[in-house]
Every structure is written in structure tokens, then in C-alpha cells.
């Protein structure tokens, strides 16, 4: 299992939860108000970035990193996600075919077209230290020949942003830590073509892969046998990265299944609705675990809050916590007041990074058991025992 990645902008250390910052900035929040939270890195989108404030802007910027004020490690999505929720919902905004997607959103005064070349071009000008290849994306209900077609067309796009991936590297040798290639792992709820897949991009050969379609069926419900056949899939060394999921249970699950990296705008969309994430103890007692009813909501609108003098969550030594009270927050809220929705991401998203601290721990402590257990197998073995088979 990977436990970080030598990137441009810095060590990443996994597992890593990465606030959606689509546009390049992540809502009610500053570069300084994420590194307090405790943020490493974030995400950003070039299927929008391509569009606003648009490419030509992002270079007189000076890139991603400067034009945020980021210093962190940036991933860059390539938009398959997006396309599928425009398109596909859409179809008279646009229209997917073997060359890539063409498309024009509402109110766009001109048609934009993202191949796989350049889609790989974008995200290595915006300076990106991740950059993801053009995938197809469906959602797991979609028909046998929906599923092939995306699967067949992922594999293709892969190897071109292969071929264009390597090409840029060669061509404008400037990258002193070149950035890092994921592949998508496409094929909906079929365990077949995600095996298919799988192995395909992996005979490709990329630095790590992604779970890619929505990963929640019709219910909202988390699909776990999917994710972990998945992961399976792509042998450990490998990190890979659970595409749009940001729930806390969820990223658990997945983490426990062996992903790595982690994303979505759940945590801040929650936060700015007055929606605020709460561990049900203080995490840093003896004996807390990541399981049962370890986590609630706290809902700002509630008027028991009035008068809480207290912080959001048990033990929180997020930036909102040490300096305002539940009580507060609930005014701010009340009012309308732009710092409540400020405060209240700030909080969510140190929320997410103790999480990560904490499945690290847990990840650490699990080694350090298997360790002991193969040293003492080993010892048993030298002092006679009969050897355990593993056939």
C-alpha cells in the first residue's frame, strides 16, 4: 500500500481527503483558511477551468498554483464526470463521440472541444502535479452496450493521453518532478468490464487509477461491492483515487478497501447550508474507533444552539472552534452573515483531515500487527513449529 506520493508541490501524504476546487478556489475559503484546516491539496477541473476564466488566463496568471495562491499539490480532473452529467442528460448541449466531446454550455457564447491530447495539454500548462487522462464516463444503470462502448472508448482515450502525455514530457523538458499520470477505471456495474478495464490500463501503464463512474446506486447508497472488486483490480502499489467521494462513512469504507485519495464538495456544500460535521466523542480519547455512530450532523438552523457555549464538535481544534462558540455560529447563521458560511467550511474541512489522520492510524496500527504477526510465525517456524501453509 502506498503512503505518499513525490510530487512537484510537496510530499503528499495518503490517504488524503481533496476539497473540490472546481474553478480554482474552493467556496468561502483562502489558500491560508485551507492550511489551517489542514489541507494538503485540492482538485480543480479543467472541463471548467477550460472554460473560466479559460486557458489563455491561467498562463497570464502564472498557472494553478499562483493564480490560487496554492503552494500544495494540485490534481487536475480531466471533466469525463462532467461531460456525462452534461451531455449525457443533455444531449442538445453536446455530444460525445471517438475524437472527444464537443460541447457548449448554456449561456457559452462559442462551442469548446476537449480531447484526449488536449485535455493532457491543459492540465500540464495549468501546472498540475496530477493529472488525470479523458475517460467516458456512465452511471451504473446505464444498458450492456452503453457500458461496453464507455469501457472500449476509456481504454482508447487512456492510451492516447498516454502516447500525448509522454510526447509533452519529451518535448518541453522542464519538469524538474514531472507530474503524475491516472488512468480511470470505467465499466459501471459490470464486474467483467471492469476487469477488462482494468487490466487494459494497467498493460498501458500509468502512476496510479481511479474509480470512475457516480459511485452511489439509485438509492444514495454507497456502491461497495463495485469499489472493492475495483480496487482489487490494481495491484497495491498502486494509489488510486475514489472520484467523488467525500461522505464520511464512505471515505472509510473506501480507505479500508485500500484507496487512497479522496474528493468531492460534499464536506463544503454541507458547511455553507449550515450543515457542519461533528465527531459523537472526542477522537483523541483512548478506545475511539471509526465505527458505529462515530460521527453526526450539527445543524446550524436549530434553535437549541442559541445559547451553546460550546464548540461544534467534541476535542475540534479547527480555526472556527478555538475562537467561536455553536451559540455564535447559529447567529451568524441566522442572520444571513457571509463569516458563517467562512467559519463553517473552515470547520467541515478540518472535520475531513482528522479523518484521514485518523485512518492513517488506523492503517499504521494494522501494519504493525501484521508485522508482529509474520515476525512471530517466523519465529515459531525457526523454533520447530510446522510452517503455515498459505496454498
Known amino acids: 500500500m502506498v503512503n505518499s506520493l513525490t510530487l512537484n508541490h510537496g510530499q503528499l501524504i495518503l490517504p488524503v481527503f481533496l476539497p ?25 477541473n479543467v472541463f471548467h477551468l477550460m472554460q473560466r476564466p479559460g486557458s489563455s488566463t491561467i498562463a497570464v496568471l502564472g498557472g494553478l498554483h ?22 449525457r442528460n443533455n444531449p442538445k448541449q453536446g455530444r460525445i463521440s471517438d475524437q472527444g466531446l464537443t460541447f457548449q454550455p448554456e449561456g457559452a457564447e462559442r462551442r469548446f472541444q476537449l480531447t484526449p491530447e488536449k485535455s493532457i495539454q491543459l492540465q500540464l500548462s495549468y501546472g498540475a502535479d496530477i493529472v488525470i487522462c479523458l475517460d467516458d464516463c456512465t452511471h451504473v444503470t446505464d444498458s450492456p452496450t452503453e457500458q461496453r462502448r464507455s469501457v ?28 503524475l499520470l491516472f488512468a480511470v477505471v470505467q465499466g459501471g456495474g459490470d464486474l467483467t468490464l471492469r476487469a477488462e478495464c482494468a487490466a487494459a490500463l494497467l498493460e498501458i501503464g ?4 481511479g474509480f470512475g463512474g457516480w459511485p452511489l446506486d439509485d438509492q444514495g ?29 464512505s471515505v472509510v469504507t473506501c480507505a479500508r478497501m485500500g484507496y487512497d485519495i479522496f474528493d468531492s464538495a460534499l464536506p463544503t456544500r454541507d458547511a455553507r447550508q449550515g450543515r457542519l460535521l461533528a465527531f459523537t466523542a472526542d477522537p483523541q480519547r483512548p478506545g475511539f474507533q471509526l465505527a458505529g455512530d462515530w460521527f453526526t450532523y450539527v445543524y ?5 444552539h442559541i ?8 476535542g475540534c481544534t479547527c480555526f472556527t472552534c478555538r475562537h467561536y462558540s455553536l451559540g455564535y455560529l447559529h447567529h451568524l447563521h441566522k442572520l444571513g452573515e457571509t463569516l ?52
Open 20 to 44: 473540490d476546487a472546481t474553478f480554482g478556489a474552493v467556496r468561502s475559503v483562502d489558500s491560508r483558511d485551507l492550511a489551517e484546516a489542514g489541507i494538503t491539496a485540492l482538485v480543480m
Open 66 to 87: 499562483r493564480m490560487a495562491a496554492w503552494n500544495g499539490p494540485i490534481v487536475t480532473d480531466s471533466g469525463g464526470f462532467q461531460a456525462y452529467s452534461l451531455i
Open 152 to 179: 472500449e472508448r476509456t481504454i482508447r482515450w487512456a492510451r492516447r493521453c498516454r502516447d500525448e502525455f509522454d510526447r509533452q514530457l519529451e518535448r518541453q523538458k522542464r519538469f524538474t518532478q514531472p507530474p
Open 206 to 209: 500509468f502512476d496510479g487509477f
Open 221 to 249: 447508497q454507497l456502491l461497495s461491492e463495485i469499489l472493492a472488486f475495483t480496487r482489487a483490480q490494481i495491484p497495491a502499489r498502486f494509489p488510486m483515487h475514489a472520484l467523488g467521494v467525500g461522505h464520511p462513512v
Open 300 to 304: 446550524l438552523p436549530d434553535r437549541k
Open 307 to 314: 445559547k451553546a457555549d460550546t464548540t461544534i464538535s467534541p
Open 340 to 391: 458563517a458560511l467562512r467559519l463553517a467550511t473552515i470547520h467541515n474541512l478540518h472535520f475531513m483531515a482528522r479523518v484521514m489522520d485518523l485512518i492513517r492510524r488506523e492503517r499504521e496500527t494494522l501494519h504493525d500487527h501484521s508485522t508482529r504477526d509474520k515476525a512471530g510465525r517466523t519465529d515459531g517456524n525457526r523454533a520447530g513449529e510446522r510452517p503455515l501453509s498459505f496454498d
